[in-house]
């Protein structure tokens, strides 16, 4: 067994949509990112890449990769479970935190889940994701910003 972890942030910023988990959470505000910018992937991404050595996403996936633009980060995970396969590793479970002031995420909680679980290939019971909010720090805590954080158990063959 091995564990990962991974940290992501996006300014949120008008006329982009806010997707979580690969759910379209309405919001005024989305993220500012090459791709969708969906923040609890990328550190799930980051978590499992971490579990096995392999690097990060930006090394996997360039920003500088037109390729990547605006494109759906449930591919992108979808690819990287590729990319530890081949590498003899399978994910066991997932645990994540996203950070973030508005709106509420609860009623997107179990899609998410349910989403994670299909792109993973494991139940939505190995997959936990929670949100919180700042209570006003920094960026984040006036909704300028969303953070996620993840920690992944890995199975090595
Ligand atoms: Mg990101």
Do not use: W
């Not at 300028?144 to 890995?154: F, S, T």
Request: aromatic share 4%; with cysteine.
């Amino acid at each position: 067994m091995r564990i990962g972890f991974g940290y992501d942030s996006h300014r949120l910023v008008p006329g982009r949509t806010l997707i979580l988990g690969g759910v379209s959470v309405p919001n005024a505000l989305g993220p500012e990112a090459h791709s969708d910018g969906d923040v609890l992937i990328h550190a799930l991404i980051d978590a499992l890449l971490g579990a096995c050595a392999l690097g990060d996403i930006g090394r996997l996936f360039p920003p500088s990769d037109e390729r990547y633009r605006d494109i759906s980060s449930r591919i992108l995970l979808a690819r990287t479970l590729e990319v530890l396969s081949k590498g003899g590793f399978r994910p066991r479970n997932v645990d994540a935190t996203i950070v973030l002031e508005s709106p509420r995420l609860s009623p997107y909680i179990e899609q998410m889940r349910s989403n994670l679980s299909q792109d993973m290939g494991i139940p939505a019971t190995a997959i936990s994701v929670k949100a919180k909010t700042k209570e006003g720090l920094g960026l984040t805590g006036q909704g300028r910003a969303v953070e996620a954080y993840a920690v992944a158990l890995v199975e090595e063959d």
